[in-house]
């Protein structure tokens, strides 16, 4: 599964700043939609696309401690002692200070790797500034200005090669005919109990999928003839999930299953609205790109009046998914997954459909011809032609000319138009603008 990098020091060094720079989505329009909660805790670095891997800024440490106390602390000591590598970030400006040798001396006691960022060298020379830290004896140690985006590069190949390679993506891929999929969303909306009944019902078929290390755990399961993988499935776990340091990284497994799915389920608990949690699960999917069904669960024991009441609130609520398909299910009963069954396939066959130049150029034609994209100071932005950039989600690729003055609400005019004329459901669409040519 991807590794774990955990981001450790004391208050005000610059520690969010650097998450942010380093998990940033490359997706920027995700966040700007009301509803969508980023997570700040838990994110995913993909500046190297090619090796994604878990961030954890594990908030401030006061360093009083011998024993690191308040609950904050604790939860940094756990995510740090998880961690493949730590980071342990200060600030150049101020120089070594006492709570940073506390640090220093806690994280040398517990054994992980890690090496020194120190952050804030815009306007003094990196070189003094490291060499104030020179007595810490920290091996690398790298100077960075998070706020100006300085040293990322350097920093980042120095983390790279100190992670362990993630086997299991293709471990978990070998059968390119089985559609992965993740059933995820916060405690209690009845994960284990709907993936229970789906191994319980296909018992004679579920088999576990050897070969993968840590506790990623996928199960294969066939329906209506088709075959499905179930990624590192919650309800499988449940024993061990009891033990509260266990549930506190379940942000950490739910950012796992859903880099290593095709198509992630979100639970939704129907008596509960849309949570903060709800949110921040959603916000990690639209920014892995994943296709997505939303499962509303505990439909049962509902008046027809609650449902509707419901579903205008979920209508309300999830605008920013609107693309997704929402079924309403019931774990309990095992009503509803026929119909879930069905999203997750055509979620999955719009993911994965492949695209010729052709197609898309004549789609992005007509779109432009029923719409121009408006006059930005006398000029208008000229899109000349479209290639297929990819799939899973699909990714159009678009050339033109003054295409930084294309305005958000065209962009979304785009999309829409290309979902609705390729009938693309249940995932998102990435477009990719390409100046020149
Ligand atoms: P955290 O408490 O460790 O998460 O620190 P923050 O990321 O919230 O940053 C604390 C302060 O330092 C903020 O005012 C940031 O704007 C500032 N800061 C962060 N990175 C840099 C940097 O590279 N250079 C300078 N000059 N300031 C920075
Ligand atoms: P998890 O933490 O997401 O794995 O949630 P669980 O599967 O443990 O379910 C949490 C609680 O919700 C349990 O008490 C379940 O019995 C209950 N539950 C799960 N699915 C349903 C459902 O469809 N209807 C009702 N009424 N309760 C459910």
Known sequence: ????????????????????????????????????????????????????????????????????????????????????????????????????????????????????????????????????????????????????????????????????????????????????????????????????????????????????????IAVDLERDGRKYRLIDTAGLRRRARVEEAVEKFSAFKTLQAIESCQVAVVLLDASEGITEQDATVLGHVLEAGRALVLAVNKWDGRTSYEREQVQTMLERKLQFCEWAERVTI???HGTGLRELFRAIHRAHASATREFGTAEVTRALEIAVQAFPPPNVRGHAPKLRFCHPGGSNPPTFVVHGSRLRTLPDSYRRYLENFFRKRFKLVGTPVRFVFKEGE
């Not at 100190?162 to 390119?176: I, K, N, Q, S, T």
């Not at 004679?204 to 070969?211: K, L, N, Y």
Request: glycine fraction near 10%; include cysteine.
């Open 1 to 216: 599964m991807l590794p774990l990098v955990a981001l450790v020091g004391r208050p005000n060094v610059g520690k969010s700043t650097l998450f942010n720079v380093l998990t940033r989505s490359r997706d920027a329009l995700v966040h700007d939609e009301p509803g969508v909660t980023r997570d700040r805790h838990y994110g995913i670095c993909r500046l190297d696309e090619s090796r994604p891997f878990v961030l954890c800024d594990t908030g401030g440490l006061s360093g009083e401690e011998e024993g690191l106390a308040g609950a904050t602390a604790r939860q940094a000591r756990a995510a740090a002692e998880e961690a493949d590598l730590v980071l342990f970030v200060t600030d150049g400006r101020e120089g070594p200070s006492a709570v940073d040798e506390a640090i220093l001396a806690w994280l040398r006691r517990s054994g992980r790797p890690f090496l020194l960022v120190v952050n804030k060298v815009d306007g003094i020379e990196p070189g003094a500034a490291l060499a104030e830290f020179a007595g810490f004896g920290v091996e690398p140690s790298l100077p960075v200005a998070a706020a100006h985006r300085r040293g990322i590069d350097e920093l980042l190949a120095a983390v790279l090669i100190r992670l362990p390679e993630d086997g299991d993506a293709e471990v978990l891929a070998d059968e390119p005919d089985r559609v992965r999929v993740a059933f995820i969303g916060r405690p209690n909306v009845g994960k284990s109990t709907l993936v229970n009944r789906l191994l319980g019902e296909e018992r004679m078929i579920a088999s576990e999928v050897p070969g993968t290390t840590r506790d990623s």
């Open 330 to 332: 019931s774990a309990k």
